[in-house]
């Protein structure tokens, strides 16, 4: 049986003791984390993989069925904690992967000690009184375009999702790193992304959780940051001052600075209960 540490492509540093895990977005890798992680290399444990079929993944282990909801994705990461052994995780996860870390806390909560949510939406589409930024038709037009069109989805959408169009450097950092991505798990990826609606799960979490914000993201816009802080059951609402969708790239220093505030304040509220 193949070590999900394989698999995953799961690679651990730092100096501490506490783990921080960190999980990337869709169409990444976790090189993505690369402005982030060296600021708690010298007081954590740092955990960082890819998901199966993206960065250096063995995307033979790649299985529609199970991938076909973000269940199977937290339960690949559930695996990787149950290898290494890891409890107290502070989880980081960036866009989809802040509802993949809220459902691997929600099913096993005794391993979990905070959620830090960068970007999150557990649900893309309108949906009466709830506005997730896309009528349906959007996202099925987005779909369909990605799967007549691989690359010129990953050139076009790349740049948009980034924001930031006074760096254009960031956007084709992101574009290339959708055109590495296999296309045919990215279309898989993206439907269950896209179309995946979470709303339900957020009253499983219990794990103290931080919801970043950013200003102007096309991806996830503030009403759904606000919904999902709303709707956990112990939360942090941030709103950010950096733009886009990817603050770990355009705002390290910002996105670095709320995480330790959260860090430091959940510990003091803690130790003071």
Request: aromatic share 8%; charged share 20%.
């Amino acid at each position: 049986m193949t070590s999900a540490l394989t698999r995953n492509n799961v690679q651990v540093s730092g100096h501490g003791r506490q783990p921080m895990l960190f999980a990337h977005g869709y169409g990444c890798d976790q090189n993505m984390w690369r402005f982030i992680t060296p600021a708690f290399a010298d007081d954590y444990r740092i955990v960082l993989f890819d998901h199966v079929g993206h960065g250096r993944s063995d995307a033979s282990f790649f299985d529609r069925e199970k991938y076909g909801s973000l269940e199977g994705y937290a339960d690949d990461v559930l695996e990787i904690c149950r290898e290494l052994d890891l409890t107290d995780v502070i989880f980081v996860g960036h866009s989809v992967s802040a509802m993949i870390g809220a459902l691997a806390a929600a099913k096993e909560p005794e391993r979990f000690s905070r959620l830090v949510m960068i970007g999150p939406s557990p649900c893309y589409i309108n949906d009466g009184d709830y506005v997730g930024g896309f009528k349906r038709e959007d996202i099925e037009g987005l779909l369909d375009f990605l799967d007549s069109n691989h690359l010129g989805w990953s050139s076009t959408m790349a740049p948009v999702i980034m924001g930031n169009p006074d760096r254009p450097e960031l956007g084709e950092e992101l574009a290339n790193s959708f055109c590495r991505t296999d296309p045919e798990i990215a279309k898989h990826f993206a439907r269950t992304t896209f179309l995946s609606d979470n709303r339900a799960d957020l009253a499983r979490v219990g794990t103290p959780s931080l919801v970043l914000q950013c200003s102007q993201d096309v991806i996830a816009p503030e009403s759904v940051g606000r919904y999902v802080s709303q709707n956990l059951p112990d939360s942090t609402f941030v709103q950010m001052k950096a733009t886009g969708h990817c603050p770990n790239l355009s705002a390290p220093d910002e996105t670095i600075a709320a995480i330790r505030a959260f860090l430091r304040d959940s510990a003091s509220s803690k130790t003071a209960a």
